[in-house]
Structures are given as structure tokens and as C-alpha cells.
């Protein structure tokens, strides 16, 4: 249960590593939170200098009223009053009244269009950023349409006020700073500081706009660079896969054509040798393959003529000499020819399936007159035979190849059968798939074997259990003849065969699913 939730939740190389890319998506927002702290902390510096810049206005028009106006109007102030720019700043002195006598100053409105990319690029993601989330640009004064009435009420009463002046889409343009002014420590009325938000940071915004389009730019070019390694990373390993996979054939032979030795000379890394590595290690493993199939042929041919004079031999020695270890020596030497001819017998039938070609067939008519045939071989040991497969069925393959998977079956289940109930045959067609079912009660399977027992050279028999040979081909030439039809062979207990005397007994079945044509 614990295997098949974790294949259920199996997630691909490639998966994580967009999930990490995905991942690393937080950092432009964590910028961009960077980005709009400094942003506020650069808007309340400029704050804090033209609120000291209307002060320190007015204390110049309450003690040197003539210097304060001869220096503005040369256009040469005063060094307290050097960093104030009033092309794009305005001066606005007002009486205890509310009425304005004094205006000094304009507001550029043809301001020059930033020609370096980086500055219109940032300023450009920080706009849309703000644009799509309204609250995240904090100014850190009140703001108005109209902020003179709110300026004047608070500075007569002796206060420094700022506020910034909004425009009809409700975007602050300027800010706006108060102060009052005093003569003989009386009231006379306010100087206003007005200074357009385009100018207010001047070369500080610009810098840090510029910061924000290098950044941005550079991220850019690091996701997209990862994004393409791991594409052509992720591609590679499938493709190593796909080429390990295509080494097998249908027929579990190692083919080294379907696997080059390098897909790309332009790579040298880790995974290029570890296909060099697969590539070395199926060359060995094809070249022993070929060595064992070849062996059992090898074998007998060898074995074949020393066998027969051996057999003669003791044909002529049984002539003329009674005695019982004839009799041993003549069963060891069959049980000798036995397990050769069982060696040769799956590299034979591998070797016809791969020159033999599948051929339309119908397997209900051949598998009604196979177990008829059966049934009428087998009286003194009954089968129960169900044959559900219409006639008209037929599948791709071979219908004598078939006959002869099914005699390894019986064979099998007859061999381990205890008697308690009869062997059951089942044949039936379900959806697109012919099934047939073979039943008998006995021992189990030990876990762990419903697959390996259609591996080669295996069995459970237990040893010496009788005189025969039993070398596990059995089952791997049933499993050779399902590759060969494109089916499935399985194996599993079962603990409620219905036995003779109506009791529930354990035992085996086998399942073989072919797909019909």
C-alpha cells in the first residue's frame, strides 16, 4: 500500500525543477517590497528637507527681508536655500488673511524624457506594479486636491504642515510644505514650498528607478537561463531513458543499435558519461548474451555423440551383464538427455518466435478444439474446462505456439496439484482481450515469486522430489509465447478454490491476457 501511494504522488525531475523556478518567482515581490520601503524612505528624506526649506525661508523674510528678496530675484540664494530649484518649484507667501501677495517660481511642465533604458525600465515595473496594486506606494503626508485651505488653517496657528497636492486621477503631483511667519513674535501670515513630485528626488529617484531596471533585467536573464539548462537537462535524461528503454525489446533481447554512445558532442558533463557508462555496460551484457544463448546449442552438440556411445555402451553391457546399476546408469543417462533437451528447448522456441511472423488466427475456435482434445486425454484425472471465447475471436500470433503455452500451464498446475479439486481451465473474452485461467489447488506461492517464477532457471520444487529434470524453463517459455502474441502472464494465490467435498482450499492461478485483433 505504501508503494503504490508513493507511485501515485511520483513527481518528475523536470517537475521540480519548474516547482523550484516557480519557487524563486517570490524574489521580484520581495524586490518590488525593497523597492517601495526605499522608495518611502527617499519620498520622507525630500519631506524633511523642503519642511527645513521653508523654515529656514522663513526665518530669512523675518530678519533680512531685503537679502531674501534681492537673492531670489538675482536667482543667486542664499547657501541655506541653494538647493532649491525654482523652475520646478514654487514660493507662495500668503497674509494673516488667507490672501497671497507674493508668488516666486513656476512649474515645468515639458519635463525632458529620460533617454537611459534602465531608469525608463524601472520606472516603468515600479508604475505597473503600483497600477495593479493601489496601496502599495505609501506617501508619508496627507494628500488633497486641494491642500492650501488645510496649509493655511494649521500654519496660522503656528505650525509647519505638509501635504501633497493631488491631480484629478487622485496621483500626487506636488508636495507642499507651510511654515509661518513671525515679526516681533506675531503671526503675519505663511510662506508655502510647493515642488513637483518629478523633481522632488531628482537624481536619487532616477538612480533608484535604474537600480530597479539592472535588477529586473538581470533576474530576467537568470530565469531564462535556467529555465533553458534545465529544459535541455531534463530533455537529456528523458532521452537517456527513452534510448535504455528502446534497448529492450519486446522480447526482454539486448539491442545495442537503439542507444548511441553520445547523443551531443557539444555536451561533456556527468551525464554524458554516465551514458558512455550504460553504453559500455550493455555492449558486455549483449556479448554475454549472445554467449548463453549459444551455449545450450553448444552443449548439446557437444554432448550429443559421447551421449550415444555412452548409451550404446550400456545397451551392449545390459546383453551381457544383469546387474542393477545398469538400470542406474541408463535413468541418470536419460535424466542427462532430459535436461539438455530442456536447455535447448526455450533457445529453440526464442529463436523461431523471432524469425517466425504473426499471423491472424481464431483463438475460440482453436482453444474449443485444444481443450476438447484435453478433456478427452485427461479422463482419469478430470478437468473442470468453462469456454466462453466466441468462435469468431482472433488475435495475432500463432495458434500452435498457444497449444504449446497451454501444455506448460496444465503441466505445471498438474505437477503441484494436491487432489482436493480438479484443475479448472477458463476462457473468455473481456472488453478488448481474451483471458484464460488456469486453476489448481496446492501450495502457494511464496511471496515475492507471482514474478520471478516466469524468470529462467527458476523453480520451487522442492529438491529431489522426484526423478524428473526440472529446470524453471517452463514458465519463462510460457512467458516467451505471451511477449511473442503481445499479452500478459501472471500468478497469484488464491484461498477459495472450491474443492471436491465443498470446503475452500488454497492454491495458484494463472492468468494469461491477450489482446485480440
Do not use: C
Request: hydrophobic fraction near 40%.
Amino acid at each position: 500500500m505504501l508503494n503504490l501511494k508513493h507511485r501515485n504522488f511520483r513527481v518528475s525531475i523536470r517537475s521540480r525543477f519548474f516547482i523550484l523556478l516557480l519557487t524563486l518567482t517570490i524574489l521580484p515581490f520581495l524586490a518590488y517590497r525593497f523597492a517601495i520601503d526605499l522608495h518611502h524612505i527617499l519620498l520622507k528624506n525630500q519631506a524633511t528637507i523642503q519642511h527645513q526649506t521653508a523654515t529656514n525661508l522663513s526665518l530669512i523674510l523675518e530678519n533680512r527681508t531685503d537679502l531674501w528678496a534681492l537673492q531670489i530675484l538675482e536667482g543667486t540664494p542664499t547657501s541655506q536655500l541653494a538647493h532649491l530649484n525654482l523652475e520646478n518649484s514654487v514660493l507662495w507667501i500668503v497674509n494673516e488673511r488667507g490672501q497671497t501677495t507674493y508668488v516666486v517660481g513656476q512649474f515645468n511642465t515639458k519635463l525632458q524624457p529620460n533617454k537611459d533604458p534602465f531608469t525608463w525600465l524601472g520606472k516603468s515595473i515600479i508604475e505597473t506594479f503600483a497600477s495593479i496594486f493601489p496601496f502599495t506606494l505609501p506617501y508619508p503626508y496627507p494628500q488633497s486636491e486641494h491642500p492650501e485651505s488645510t496649509l493655511f488653517r494649521q500654519s496660522i496657528q503656528g505650525q509647519t504642515f505638509q501635504q501633497y497636492r493631488l491631480d484629478k486621477n487622485h496621483q500626487p503631483v506636488s508636495l507642499m510644505s507651510s511654515s509661518p511667519l513671525r515679526v516681533n513674535g506675531k503671526t503675519l501670515g505663511i510662506i508655502v514650498v510647493e515642488q513637483q513630485m518629478s523633481s522632488l528626488l531628482g537624481d536619487s529617484l532616477n538612480n533608484f528607478y535604474r537600480l530597479i531596471g539592472m535588477g529586473a533585467l538581470i533576474f530576467l536573464f537568470v530565469m531564462l537561463s535556467a529555465i533553458f539548462h534545465i529544459g535541455a537537462l531534463s530533455n537529456r535524461i528523458v532521452r537517456l531513458d527513452g534510448d535504455v528503454r528502446k534497448t529492450l525489446s519486446i522480447k526482454g533481447k539486448i539491442s545495442t543499435n537503439n542507444f548511441p554512445d553520445r547523443f551531443q558532442t557539444t555536451y561533456h558533463d556527468e551525464l554524458s558519461d554516465l551514458r558512455h557508462h550504460i553504453y559500455e555496460m550493455l555492449q558486455q551484457l549483449s556479448s554475454y548474451e549472445r554467449y548463453l544463448k549459444q551455449f545450450p546449442k553448444a552443449l548439446r552438440h557437444e554432448l550429443h555423440n559421447p551421449l550415444n556411445r555412452l548409451s550404446m555402451s550400456l545397451s551392449l553391457l545390459e546383453n551381457e551383464i544383469n546387474h542393477k546399476q545398469l538400470d542406474f546408469a541408463q535413468h541418470a543417462l536419460q535424466q542427462l538427455k532430459q535436461i539438455i533437451a530442456s536447455l535447448t528447448e526455450a533457445t529453440s522456441i526464442e529463436d523461431s518466435l523471432q524469425l517466425q511472423t504473426p499471423e491472424a488466427f481464431p483463438i475460440g475456435e482453436m482453444m474449443h478444439h485444444y481443450l476438447d482434445n484435453i478433456a478427452t486425454l485427461n479422463q482419469e484425472a478430470p478437468l473442470k474446462i468453462k469456454k466462453n471465447i466466441p468462435m469468431d475471436v482472433m488475435i495475432m500470433g500463432d495458434g500452435f505456439m498457444i497449444e504449446q503455452l497451454m501444455d506448460k500451464l496444465l503441466s505445471n498446475a498438474k505437477d503441484f496439484n494436491d487432489e482436493k479439486a480438479p484443475i479448472e481451465v477458463q476462457t473468455y473474452q473481456q472488453n478488448k482481450s481474451v483471458i484464460i485461467k488456469v486453476i489448481n489447488s496446492g501450495p502457494l506461492l511464496p511471496a515475492g515469486f507471482e514474478s520471478r517464477i516466469f524468470d529462467g532457471m527458476t523453480s520451487i520444487r522442492p529438491i529431489n522430489q522426484d526423478d524428473q529434470a526440472h529446470l524453471g524453463l517452463g514458465l519463462y517459455i510460457v512467458k516467451l509465447i505471451a511477449d511473442y502474441h503481445k499479452g500478459k502472464i501472471n500468478a497469484r494465490n488464491r484461498f477459495d478454490i472450491k474443492a471436491t467435498d465443498g470446503t475452500s482450499v488454497n492454491g495458484v492461478e494463472f492468468i494469461l491476457e491477450i489482446p485480440i485483433l
